[in-house]
């Protein structure tokens, strides 16, 4: 898979008043340039090059799922999430520049969208036939 992105910078969006990713609840829509998220794109152009490179006898395919989450500023947990293994409290929820968390996912929620495209690339993809082997 890609590289998954951090949503901390809400004037990148549009939002320039707002705290990382806390209190976004819509995708980035309507989009007619590029976004920087700060998604080390050279690093991204390097995977692919590697596998392309490298790995031409071994079936693997780069299910690529990085701009796709670039949009997705609000499927963060924000602060309805854990620290040191606990609920953050409400005081901590109230101060979401320390504590909003802007790396991980929801569950259910995006990930479930790049388990999709995992699952339809595999339905399509072609059966080996008997002479493959």
């Not at 819509?26 to 790995?55: C, E, F, K």
């Not at 031409?56 to 609000?74: C, Y």
């Not at 620290?83 to 909003?100: C, E, H, I, S």
Request: glycine share 8%; with cysteine; aromatic share 8%.
């Amino acid at each position: 898979m890609g590289m998954s992105p951090n949503h901390v910078v809400p004037a990148v969006w549009g939002n320039p008043g707002g705290i990382k990713c806390a209190m976004e609840t819509q995708p980035i829509v309507n989009r007619t340039g590029p976004l920087d998220m700060g998604t080390d794109w050279r690093l991204h152009g390097v995977s692919r090059g590697v596998l392309a490179r490298y790995l031409r006898r071994v079936p693997v395919h780069f299910v690529d799922i990085t701009a796709l989450s670039e949009l997705r500023k609000d499927a963060h947990t924000s602060v309805h999430t854990l620290r040191q293994g606990k609920l953050l409290t409400p005081v901590q929820q109230a101060d979401p520049n320390t504590y909003a968390d802007c790396i991980h996912w929801c569950l259910p929620g995006l990930p479930d969208t790049w388990n999709h495209f995992l699952y339809a690339h595999i339905v399509s993809a072609p059966w080996p036939s008997d002479d493959d082997h």
